[in-house]
């Protein structure tokens, strides 16, 4: 190619890079796809498949729905789950009888895998969608699941 | 008159060689590696490529994990072709327990799996007209992107660590959107394909930074085990999807692109094509999607018969091979992966040596090295 030959490709080739940004440039407003993201967090509605953290529903009796199996535990692959239980007579059949006394979840080491979730018998625990986890201290991220003075939902067994 | 005395800084006229730094920070590596440079003027004599800033042990890790639980550390590996790479875990475990998975595991696997190579080319797209110089072509590769990422929060729970496989079929069915989203996405994406050409593939600037650029012959790319869009580039037919097929690549036409020249905008070129050709396959499937169970029922604790066992797959940046020793018990006794992101790599002395400091930045970009894929 001549020199001068080379100087008109050049100039042409880049115009037709500017006609794509210039095309994009007046007809911005047709196609917005960024999101306002602090501002429009009452409307932000996350995938109900998304996986943000684990947390244990409650009823309005403060009842939950896990029987101390310890299988989210085992399921765990880095260790973020602990349950502490203990035994306690039940009062309607008389034998001993399993329950949590903490469910501790490290939200820091949890990577959000889902096999807890997957592995629970008793579908005690799910995935939130809440996504904003920052804190100002680790320690903080180190939650307890089941709240105080909660006990087990009727007809739920091991 | 006095003598005036000549100084020569150099006097046979040599210039000296000496080292520079490029990384661990430096955003042309595109994470932690140091490459360690011998320079002479701005010609490139040496590369040393410096690992292990991003190392985690994964190999290490998975030794004391159930199968299951090894699927998601995959996701950590090369985080942009994450499910390809769980996939590769779920396939070595299904041939180890000689499970076959039902149609719709394959299918669906497959779609997802060149979802995945498209969001990992679009990415690296982007980046690679970043490098060289063209900022616009982030924004335009990450408006793409994110319907795909949107398409995998959707489906599997999240953008960019899926872990959807589980050993024996998928986590979850399909979401009930699933097909619409794929078919808008590859509507909206044909229109934009092209753009893309036209903005950056025909650039003079770009043409002058790649043609000619990190050539790579196909003899050394068989010796040095480049595979992937790199190798193609080359010439080397390496495609494990047409080699050997897995899940559902042997009931799909698709054409493995090849190139000969073997330089920079070859395997420019090559990537750019694949991305028409993961779009071929996935219009071929997803209208196709069989009936049937989405998972195989297998035991509560997965354990794999004694034995070695092997499987590889083509990832966005090339085979990926799983490499599993088993001992009968709950996990595995060695797990190798051989990630194409290492043996890439130890090309890149080869490639650069005789062209410039920021010819490396273009040969690194074209290679598409993700680094924890090489640390791991």
Redesign the interface.
């Known amino acids: 190619m001549s020199y001068v030959g080379e100087i008109v490709h050049g100039i042409r080739t880049l115009l037709t890079g500017m006609a794509v940004t210039g095309k994009y440039f007046f007809r911005a407003r047709k196609e917005i796809i960024t999101q306002q993201y602090p501002d429009n967090r009452d409307q932000l509605r996350m995938f109900e498949r998304f996986r943000g953290e684990v947390v244990m529903p409650h009823n309005e009796n403060n009842e939950h729905r896990c029987t101390g199996c310890q299988a989210c535990e085992i399921a765990c692959p880095n260790g973020s789950i602990e349950i502490i239980w203990d035994r306690k007579v039940d009062e309607k059949t008389g034998k001993k009888k399993k329950y949590i006394v903490k469910h501790i979840y490290h939200l820091s080491m949890c990577t959000m895998c889902n096999l807890c979730i997957i592995a629970c018998p008793t579908d005690a625990i799910k995935m939130a969608q809440n996504f904003e986890n920052s804190v100002y201290d680790r320690s903080y991220l180190t939650k307890v699941l089941n709240k105080p003075g909660s006990k087990l939902m009727d007809g739920i067994d091991e | 008159m006095e003598e005036v005395k000549q100084i020569t800084l150099h006097p046979q006229g040599r210039t000296e060689e000496y080292f520079i730094n490029m990384g661990p920070q430096h955003p042309a590596t595109h994470g932690v590696l140091r490459l360690l440079l011998t320079l002479d003027g701005e010609i490139i004599k040496r590369v040393d490529p410096d690992l292990g800033y991003i190392h985690r042990s994964i190999e290490k890790m998975t030794e004391h994990?159930t199968y299951?639980?090894i699927v998601?550390?995959t996701d950590r590996m090369d985080y942009l072709s994450a499910h390809i790479n769980n996939e590769a875990v779920c396939l070595v475990v299904e041939k180890a327990l000689e499970l076959e998975v039902p149609d719709r595991v394959k299918v669906v696997r497959t779609i997802l799996a060149e979802l995945t190579r498209i969001a990992s080319h679009l990415l690296w797209w982007g980046v690679t007209g970043m490098d060289i110089g063209a900022l616009?072509t982030f924004m335009y590769a990450f408006?793409d992107r994110?319907m795909i990422n949107?398409i995998m929060?959707?489906?599997?729970?999240?953008r960019l660590?899926m872990?959807y496989n589980?050993p024996g079929g998928l986590?979850?069915d399909i979401?009930p959107n699933f097909q619409r989203r794929v078919k808008a996405f590859i509507k909206h994406f044909k229109t934009k394909l092209p753009?893309f050409d036209?903005?950056?593939s025909?650039?003079?600037?770009f043409?002058k930074r790649t043609e000619g650029i990190g050539v790579l012959s196909a003899e050394d790319a068989i010796s040095f085990g480049v595979t992937g869009p790199a190798a193609r580039a080359s010439g080397v037919s390496c495609d494990i999807r047409k080699k050997q097929p897995y899940s559902a690549y042997d009931r799909v036409e698709f054409k493995e692109i090849l190139d000969t020249r073997g330089d920079t905008f070859a395997r420019y070129k090559v990537r750019i094509h694949e991305m028409w050709e993961s779009l071929h396959i996935i219009e071929q499937l997803i209208d196709n999607i069989p009936e049937g169970d989405y998972q195989v029922k297998t035991n509560a604790v997965i354990k794999l018969p004694k034995g070695e066992y092997y499987q590889r797959v083509e990832t966005a940046r090339g085979e990926l091979g799983v490499y599993v020793v088993s001992d009968g018990k709950k996990s595995p006794y060695r797990m190798k992966f051989r990630s194409p992101g290492f043996s890439n790599l130890s090309v890149i002395d080869h490639v650069a040596r005789g062209y410039k400091v920021a010819d490396l930045v273009a040969i690194m970009a074209t290679f598409d090295f993700v680094i924890p894929d090489i640390d791991r």
């Open positions: 994990d299951r639980q998601h550390l616009t408006r994110e949107d929060e959707e489906n599997c729970g999240a660590t872990n589980v986590m979850w979401h753009e036209r903005l950056l025909d650039n003079i600037i043409r």
